[in-house]
């Protein structure tokens, strides 16, 4: 699973460790995730340039692909979940654009706010 997302990341254009412009913003709802995860702070919906299980960091917070969203297309875009309102807030703190950095799967998880 890991060397078949590494290789659509490459086939993208894309690499580990590369910072890309994504549109940033911030979801609360939902009780299954693409993945068939339940949803949880970490977790964000992805559009389809990325793979599900791509890892992301942002100001120190690592986010991983775990969803899909039916409003999210076109650009890079990364929304992710949040519990409370401070991490809602720290997510509309940083958008609605940002730059973030892919990560790999072994880059650290979960991380918690």
Do not use: K
């Amino acid at each position: 699973m890991i060397v078949a997302g590494l290789l659509l990341l490459a086939v993208l254009g894309l690499s580990p460790g590369e910072p890309q412009m994504v549109r940033l913003t911030w979801y609360d709802q939902g009780t299954v995730t693409a993945s068939g995860e339940a949803p949880y702070w970490g977790g964000a919906a992805c559009s389809y340039h990325y793979p599900l299980g791509t890892a992301f960091a942002l100001d120190g917070e690592a986010f991983r692909c775990n969803d899909r969203g039916g409003g999210i297309n076109g650009e890079p875009w990364l929304d992710v979940y949040c519990i409370t309102g401070d991490q809602a807030r720290w997510v509309a703190a940083h958008g609605p654009y940002a730059l973030v950095e892919v990560l790999r799967d072994d880059d650290g998880f979960p991380h918690s706010r």
